[in-house]
């Protein structure tokens, strides 16, 4: 086991602790408040956020949508420019924490946006950043990692870079009062899907990764199956497990997958399902289609997770237990439950896995463009 660890996100958890914003930045520091379409504005985030950044210079950017787009976010670039912002907030989830991120950093590049998601611009150095997380479900408010589309070509890419790290990560659980059932079950399958990609690979012997995506898998699960009864522990447990699902610490020195996420961005590029919903329809038909490869971790996830009894297909009662859960929390584990176009799904998601490099996918390597049609041919 090899690996270099660090996660500088300082995080401030808790009911109350948006009022500590005003201490997390400097106030000299002029700050770009960004956010999405508005649910801050009536839920009372943003009356918190404005009380809590009295003494600072701020202006904002809202508009942000789910899964962001450059075209949107390169609006906030230029506003971030021509008024020499020196500080980034985000007040969202993911979408807008992401967004964020690539705008720290493309308002210190002169050069086209998109070549920071296809690589051709390597992000060294970006404007400090921070986030009010509303949503727990990607872990990008103490990630390194950003998600950007644009539209105009349908194409969904990321990049990661310790620069845009956040400073800090507010996390006031009270936040999620008011978000639809639907972004809670959302959070919790992202989060979910998050350790698997970490924890379902080969068996390397890593007794402490292992143990602590299993309690994050367990915690996720007590969630899901106690998803009616809401309260402040509840809400507690998700923001907290979503959060430690992805800042890094399950997945050092560890084999990572990440199959499932590359192959579920081309169906909310292409189709517009909700990133978690389109992890559900793929990972299910991805692990029965390397059941070879993960025996060993699925028969632990069984026996650890589910609590399954031993027998000669604990592995593959392990992908229906987890298919179970997902249709427990009525998200779908088919493409055609969405609204997509089936007959041409497949081609026109492998054809985008090949155009953005996609072609050897999983901790092995293993999952080429033929093996994505296979998988992609039993999830629509
Ligand atoms: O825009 P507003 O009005 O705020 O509404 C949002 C949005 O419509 C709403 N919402 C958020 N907080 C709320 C609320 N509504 C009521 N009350 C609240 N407290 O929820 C909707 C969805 O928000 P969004 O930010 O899009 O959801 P999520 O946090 O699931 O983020 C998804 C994005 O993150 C990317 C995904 O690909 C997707 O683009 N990911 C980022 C990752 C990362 N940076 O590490 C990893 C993930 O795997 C993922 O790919
Ligand atoms: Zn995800």
Known sequence: ??????????????????????????????????????????????????????????????????NPTIEVLDKAVAIAKEQKVDFVLGVGGGSVIDGVKYIAAAAIYDGEGWDILQGKHKVTAALPLGAVLTLPATGSESNSGSVVSKAATQEKLAFMAPAVQPKFAVMDPDVMKTLPQRQLVNGLVDAWVHTCEQYLTFNAGALVQDGYAEALLKALKTLGDN??????????????????????????????DWATHMIGHELTALYGVDHAR?????????????LGAKKAK?????????????????????????????????????????????????????????????????????ITLTESRAILEQAV
């Open 298 to 366: 699925l028969e632990q996830m069984g026996r650890n997770v589910f609590g399954l009894s031993e027998s000669d297909d604990l592995a593959e009662r392990t992908i229906s237990a987890i298919e179970a859960f997902y249709h427990s929390l009525k998200v779908a584990t088919q493409l055609t439950e969405h609204n997509g176009d089936k007959a041409q799904a497949v081609d026109a998601v492998v054809s985008q896995l090949e155009a953005h490099g996609m072609k050897a996918l999983g901790e092995n390597q293993a």
């Open 1 to 66: 086991m090899k690996f270099s660890y660090v996660n500088p996100t300082q995080i401030q958890f808790g009911q109350g602790q948006i009022a500590s914003l005003g201490a997390l930045i400097p106030k000299a520091q002029k700050v770009l408040v960004v956010y999405g379409g508005g649910s801050i504005k009536t839920n009372g985030v943003y009356d918190q956020v404005v009380a809590a950044l009295g003494d600072h210079d701020w202006l904002e950017f809202s508009g942000v949508g789910a």
């Open 227 to 256: 998803f009616d009864k809401q309260d402040d522990a509840w809400r507690a447990n998700l923001m907290w497990s979503a959060n430690q699902a992805l800042n890094g610490l399950i997945g050092s020195g560890v084999a990572q």
């Open 278 to 290: 389109s992890l559900a329809i793929v990972q299910p038909s991805l692990l029965r289609n390397q």
